[in-house]
């Protein structure tokens, strides 16, 4: 119960840019989990995610894998799509990105958020998507994606992530 409180409050940090408290928090987490053998692989792919936002590359890329590798021996469909989402986002990150990496890993983690009815992810992966496209010169392809996510976050009420897609989406020339 703990650890997924801490894994909560981590994102909760992450998401409100307090990264440095996000991490240490999230660290706590995933120790006690190995301390007791309960490792919940959510709470890898949260510090992870709150790595990326630190600029951690590396030690992002390590948690979401070893996340991964957890719900593949687990059967954890739900984390996996969440895993595979922050490997794509990595992808996304590198200079120059890793397109066509990133665009596989966005879409497996879609089309498995879809299957599971998880339409945050399926959001999130189109917003991915279409920031990926931008970067990369496809304009069309980029404001489709930003389209469908911007549409999905106004149907979910999902405020924080439709300002961050429209003020993506308002930045296009």
Do not use: N
């Not at 792919?45 to 996340?67: F, I, T």
């Not at 059967?75 to 990133?102: F, K, Q, Y």
């Amino acid at each position: 119960m703990i650890q997924w409180s801490s894994a909560s409050l981590g994102v909760a940090y992450t998401l409100d840019g307090r990264t440095t408290e996000a991490v240490a928090l999230l660290e706590e987490a995933v120790a006690a989990g190995e301390s007791t053998s309960s490792l919940d692989p959510y709470t890898l792919v949260s510090l992870g995610q709150a790595y990326l936002s630190a600029g951690r590359s590396e030690d992002a890329s390590r948690c979401a894998r070893e996340a991964l590798d957890m719900c593949h021996q687990r059967t954890r469909r739900e984390v996996e799509a969440d895993a595979l989402h922050l490997i794509g986002d990595l992808a996304a990150r590198r200079e120059p990105p890793a397109s066509e990496e990133a665009m596989a890993h966005y879409r497996q983690a879609l089309a498995l958020a879809d299957e599971l009815g998880m339409r945050p992810l399926v959001a999130h992966c189109h917003l991915g998507l279409g920031k990926l496209y931008q970067r990369t010169g496809k304009r069309q392809e980029g404001h489709e994606h930003l389209t469908i996510a911007t549409t999905l976050y106004g149907e979910m009420d999902m405020r924080f992530w439709l300002e961050q897609a429209e003020a993506i989406m308002g930045a296009l020339p």
